[in-house]
């Protein structure tokens, strides 16, 4: 294991003045500090996590607050969860992952939170460290997040190109930025497009899809606009179990698109989240907030994600 004396004797000089060089930059001469980068570099040293911390007065440790319904979480968290604590590892941060807004650590140098209500923040903000949100959720705390507006706006008009003439919209029955967001996307696209809009509102459950389904009269032609992939599939598995065709009478779409549109008889089509851009965004983020950089709340862009649950483009 590579020491700070080691670095010292490679660049010619104390360890008390490679320690400066590593938590006192200002304090040496730029001969000095290239002198002992260059040794550091060459020798593959790693600073103490332990001495880091002491020196910075950091924990290297990240909190992620989910405060959604444990029963309502999609599976697609475990994917975006995963990436952040790839990307936390290789800046040299742990993840530590908590439900309770309670439990919201004062060891911890930062927090990402979801699922998150206004009534929540006046805990979140009484810590003074920074907080990233996945999702918008106030002007006051910065966020990452799937442009919402964009992804059901896309899809809508690609469906109208595929020449569907019906275009119904499954939406969620929450008073939330982005199942709001959701909603207006399609309402936008359907004023564009001169169709009147067909909205439904649901719980985001499979079964409530399947409920829906049973009460409507779907005409040929149709396709439904779901506003998650949960209700696109239970939409989905109740069209087949009634025999009808699937996409030729019928079309599907949902919105999230990892890993519940592929565990369907029919892959779906739908927006997906792209994860890995997400995470990063929330990683450079937050440990910016941490490090006194600014920055800015982002909006990734949506994908479109076209599988068998829709038809074909229509050949002009």
Do not use: W
């Amino acid at each position: 294991m590579i020491t700070l004396a080691d670095v010292a004797k490679e660049s010619h000089v104390s360890t008390m003045t490679v320690s400066r060089v590593l938590h006192h930059p200002e304090q040496v001469s730029d001969e000095v500090r290239q002198a002992v980068q260059q040794a550091i570099s060459k020798l593959g040293y790693k600073p103490s996590r332990v001495g880091q911390a002491l020196s910075q007065q950091r924990q290297f440790a990240i909190q992620f607050l989910i405060l959604e319904d444990i029963q309502q979480v999609d599976p697609y968290y475990a994917k975006l969860l995963l990436y952040i604590a790839d990307y936390l590892r290789e800046q040299g941060y742990t993840l530590e992952i908590s439900h309770d807004l309670t439990d919201h650590s004062s060891q911890v140098d930062g927090t990402f939170v979801s699922g998150a209500r206004q009534q929540d923040l006046p805990l979140l903000t009484k810590s003074s460290d920074p907080i990233v949100s996945y999702g918008q959720l106030d002007q006051t705390i910065k966020y990452v997040d799937i442009d919402n507006f964009q992804g059901t706006y896309q899809m809508t008009h690609y469906l109208a190109k595929c020449g569907y003439q019906n275009l119904l919209y499954f939406g969620l029955d929450l008073n939330e930025a982005f199942a709001i967001s959701r909603e207006e996307g399609y309402l936008q696209a359907m004023t564009e497009l001169n169709k009147m809009p067909t909205i439904f509102r649901i719980d985001n459950t499979e079964q409530a899809a399947a409920n829906l389904i049973e009460q409507l009269f779907i005409t040929d032609n149709s396709v439904i606009v779901a506003a998650t992939d949960r209700i696109a599939i239970g939409a989905l598995q109740q069209l087949l179990h009634l025999g009808i065709k699937i996409p030729a009478d019928v079309g599907v779409t949902g919105f999230d698109g990892v890993f519940i549109n592929q565990i369907s008889l029919q892959h779906l089509t739908t927006v997906q989240q792209p994860l890995k851009k997400i995470a990063q965004s929330m990683v450079e983020l937050l440990l910016g907030m941490i490090e006194k950089r600014p920055g800015k709340s982002t909006l990734i862009p949506p994908q479109l994600s076209i599988a068998q649950t829709t038809r074909a483009l229509e050949e002009k």
